[in-house]
């Protein structure tokens, strides 16, 4: 987020077909909660461009990229490695360490896809748990990045936007920025 330590959500894995709308929607939530970039391992074109085209049309900034391997990124990342997962530490009892690790550096946010391989446990500095019964790996990186962030994400200024939202009690409304 801007002013902060950078962070990046680094989605493990995709399946093409069973993984499309989950994966957009990791590097939607990422974009939308506070993260600076989102990465994603496999096959995730159709995602990425979805994310650039909102990106484009409601401001930024933000970025996205496919890559072919997370192993060197979690390997060599220069900063703290979260992981989100059920069978982590709950996110309550974490969250003043990581956001102190992320006031000093980089915080890399790993979610997992398909079966997580037991190195990412290994990698990671914390492995987090938003809580420890069976979620959206979705619902996990919107929890945790608001923990994170204490909120300030929500007032979050979005930069070169063509549209915006606007807010209301009922009904719909998003209007060209000028």
Known sequence: MQGESEVVVLRLGHRPGRDDRMTTHIGLT??????DRALLVGDASQSETTVRDITARF??????????????IIRDWKGTVAHLTMYGERVQDVKEDVRDAHAEGPLLVVVGAEKVPFEVYDYADYNVGVTNQPHSEVAALAVFLDRLFEGRELDREWEDAEREVIPMETGKRVEEVE
């Open 30 to 35: 990422a974009r939308a909660l506070g993260a």
């Open 59 to 72: 401001g930024g900034p933000f970025e996205v990229e496919v890559v072919d391997s997370y192993r060197d």
